[in-house]
């Protein structure tokens, strides 16, 4: 198995970390270091870089309270955020070499709000399929609603639904 190089967020990796959440299958504007910044009086920042070798792989935005690494309370979602080309097996062993991190840190637990799949550029749940394996413990669920603004909206269903 891959050994991945995990590294806490240094303000030297803003430049790497925008241009990463730039490009990769499941980041959102939330995940730039601009609006993450934005709470950081806050929040004690926790964020994780995630290498192969030298090459950025995976970012995890987030912070701690106490032995608790949260990913981003100052952020409506989050987790791993990652590259599109990478595949689920590599993308677990990823998160193995993030929670290997956390223990060697002495973190007691990793708290994590999944992004929603509608907002990913790309279908993806591998962080789910990742928590399932780990026997994670489900602790909330929250709901969305969302309006595709591409489509258009018929009259007749919104009398139906009266």
């Given amino acids: 198995?891959?050994?991945?190089?995990?590294?806490?967020?240094?303000?030297?990796?803003?430049?790497?970390?925008?241009?990463?959440?730039?490009?990769?299958?499941?980041?959102?504007?939330?995940?730039?270091?601009?609006?993450?910044?934005?709470?950081?009086?806050?929040?004690?920042?926790?964020?994780?870089?995630?290498?192969?070798?030298?090459?950025?792989?995976?970012?995890?935005?987030?912070?701690?309270?106490?032995?608790?690494?949260?990913?981003?309370?100052?952020?409506?979602?989050?987790?791993?955020?990652?590259?599109?080309?990478?595949?689920?097996?590599t993308i677990l062993q990823i998160f193995k070499s993030v929670l290997i991190y956390l223990n060697e840190n002495k973190m007691e637990r990793l708290a994590l709000k999944i992004i929603p799949s509608f907002y990913n550029n790309y279908y993806s749940e591998e962080v789910e399929y990742a928590l399932f394996l780990v026997k994670a413990k489900l602790i909330r669920r929250d709901t969305c609603a969302v309006i595709e603004l591409q489509k258009k909206i018929l009259s007749n269903h919104c009398e139906q639904a009266k």
């Fill in 1 to 89: 198995m891959k050994n991945y190089f995990v590294k806490q967020y240094k303000e030297d990796d803003y430049s790497n970390w925008n241009s990463f959440i730039a490009e990769a299958k499941n980041a959102t504007f939330l995940f730039h270091r601009d609006f993450m910044e934005y709470h950081k009086d806050r929040f004690e920042d926790f964020s994780l870089l995630i290498y192969d070798n030298r090459k950025l792989v995976a970012v995890l935005p987030a912070n701690i309270v106490g032995e608790v690494v949260h990913s981003h309370q100052g952020l409506t979602y989050g987790g791993l955020v990652y590259n599109e080309r990478l595949k689920l097996a």
